[in-house]
């Protein structure tokens, strides 16, 4: 096992910000007797972040991210070899995080009908209060995230027929889910949100037989494959009438 642990204090401001990072990573070889063995690998990546939201009243880009590889090996007799891979992953993050660097005074989020209704400050205001925060601070408001979960198996299955002849089947699965809501901008008002939500679904299996003749070696097969999924995404404006657009 190794772990590497990572912590220091920066300061922003007057005021200290803790910034740590801790990475540890595991690996277990497992012989189970002369036909089985079995290995586990596990990675997981944690920090705070750097980027502190003033109005939610903590850091916003923080990485929260854990893996799992599981193997297993089984040799039952000379002419056949099962081999099996599961795959986890999880993310749980607070997103990229954003502040803004520049603005269009003329631009149509500036003007008074766009602003006076929703009590919101001039695009050069805010602005100049970014540029007082610094590079390390934003005022967004807006609990950003990122979260990412996949499943994958796969599994080879190999069997020696004789006379340099083997068949072989790859089965394969993946499940993926993702779900992701960012400001774009990091202004204190709901000028462009995005969330994206997508589920996928992966199946496919491969049936092979392989030979050789002679000089020629050769392989006749069939595959099937199968995908099932649905992507979505949504963003939030402001307008310039009374109501959001969605």
């Known amino acids: 096992m190794r772990v590497v642990n990572r912590t220091a204090v920066t300061l922003v401001g007057a005021k200290p910000f803790i910034d740590w990072t801790l990475n540890t990573e595991a690996v277990v070889n497992m012989p189970l ?12 990546n944690k920090d705070d972040g750097y980027l502190y939201d003033v109005l939610l009243g903590r850091n916003v880009n923080f990485t929260d991210n854990q893996a799992l590889r ?4 089984w040799d039952p007799n000379d002419a056949l070899t099962n081999t099996l891979v599961v795959d986890a992953y999880h993310s749980n993050e607070g997103g990229a995080g954003s502040y803004v660097r520049a603005v269009n005074p003329n631009g149509v989020f500036n003007s008074a009908p766009a602003r006076t209704p929703r009590n919101y400050p001039t695009l050069q205001q805010m602005l100049a209060d970014q540029q007082a925060r610094g590079t390390l601070k934003t005022a967004s408001g807006t609990p950003s995230f990122s979260k990412v979960e996949t499943v994958t ?3 080879s299955t190999v069997y020696d027929l004789g006379d340099h002849i083997s068949v072989k089947n790859i089965f ?9 809501y960012e400001d774009t901008h990091g202004l204190p008002i709901p000028l462009l949100e995005i969330e994206r939500i997508f589920d996928q679904h992966q199946f496919s299996d491969e049936l092979q037989i392989l030979g050789q003749s002679g000089n020629l070696n050769w392989i006749a097969g069939a595959y099937y494959f199968r995908e099932k999924g649905s992507d979505q995404g949504a963003s939030v404006t402001g307008a310039v009438d009374f109501g959001d657009v969605q």
């Not at 599981?70 to 090996?73: D, G, M, V």
């Not at 394969?172 to 992701?180: A, T």
């Open 33 to 44: 007797g002369d036909k089985l063995a079995a290995r586990l690998a596990v990675v997981s």
């Open 70 to 73: 599981f193997s297993l090996k």
């Open 153 to 155: 198996v796969a599994n």
């Open 172 to 180: 394969g699965y993946r499940d993926v889910k993702s779900h992701s």
